[in-house]
């Protein structure tokens, strides 16, 4: 049973960074489609970022396209999305997200297997 735990949520103003980082345990890491997504108060949850596995291709939804990257480290099992020029509508509950083993990257949350808690990040103006 694949776990993952979020980390690195928080406060922070208009325009700067964060990084979050999720903790994978009980699969195979470096063959799993990872992704991020988020879901803000009263709105449906939405994708983020996916990247395939072996830290291939990546994917970005167009409200963070060049603000928002996705990284992994396979040897420790942690995916990351480094976040720059944060705006006040960044702000929602960020879920880390994983596939089975082997499948392709999608943006399609119901094509996720496995989910974090999430972790509350909050855009200050």
């Known amino acids: 049973q694949v776990q993952l735990v979020e980390s690195g949520g928080g406060l922070v103003q208009a325009g700067g960074s964060l990084r979050l980082s999720c903790a994978a345990s009980?699969?195979?890491?470096?063959?799993?489609?990872m992704g991020w997504f988020r879901q803000s108060p009263g709105k449906e949850r939405e994708f983020v970022a996916a990247?395939?596995?072996?830290?291939?291709?990546?994917y970005y939804a167009d409200s963070v396209k060049g603000r928002f990257t996705i990284s992994r480290d396979n040897a420790k099992q942690t995916l990351y999305l480094q976040m720059n020029s944060l705006k006040p509508e960044d702000t929602a509950v960020y879920y880390c997200?994983?596939?089975?083993?082997?499948?392709?990257?999608?943006?399609?949350?119901?094509?996720?297997?496995?989910w974090g808690r999430g972790t509350q990040v909050t855009v200050s103006s």
């Open positions: 997200a994983a596939r089975r083993a082997y499948l392709g990257p999608t943006t399609m949350e119901d094509n996720y297997d496995y």
């Open positions: 009980g699969g195979s890491f470096k063959n799993t489609c």
């Open positions: 990247q395939a596995w072996l830290g291939g291709d990546t």
